[in-house]
Nanobody, 123 residues
């Protein structure tokens, strides 16, 4: 069984920093793109940042210059460093990854999601 497990959320004051981590575990052959999404109360889930297996990144305009996504392929882990946090960054943050596994000799890519971690930024 494969899964994504997030950690690092919490309560922080505006202007502060947090670092989220998301580790993939299980019988994984490789991992394609990894990303972070967030969902604030009453709003749709939105992409925050994404990183490809080759290290190319893209960010939502609202977080450019403040957030940095990175990955450690040896650890099957993706990180989100969040600086200069604002109250509007308050949301549940979800990790997403394309996990390549083998089933009966054939490769299959799973669109996997973590359980979510709450980030609350107080003003």
């Amino acid at each position: 069984q494969v899964q994504l497990v997030e950690s690092g959320g919490g309560l922080v004051q505006a202007g502060g920093s947090l670092r989220l981590s998301c580790a993939a575990s299980g019988s994984i052959f490789s991992i394609n793109a990894m990303g972070w999404y967030r969902q604030a109360p009453g709003k749709q889930r939105e992409l925050v940042a994404r990183i490809t297996s080759g290290g190319s990144t893209n960010y939502a305009d609202s977080v450019k210059g403040r957030f940095t996504i990175s990955r450690d392929n040896a650890k099957n882990t993706v990180y989100l460093q969040m600086n200069s946090l604002k109250p509007e960054d308050t949301a549940v943050y979800y990790c997403n990854a394309g996990l390549v596994i083998y089933i009966l000799g054939a490769s299959k890519t799973l669109d996997a999601w973590g359980q979510g971690t709450l980030v609350t930024v107080s003003s």
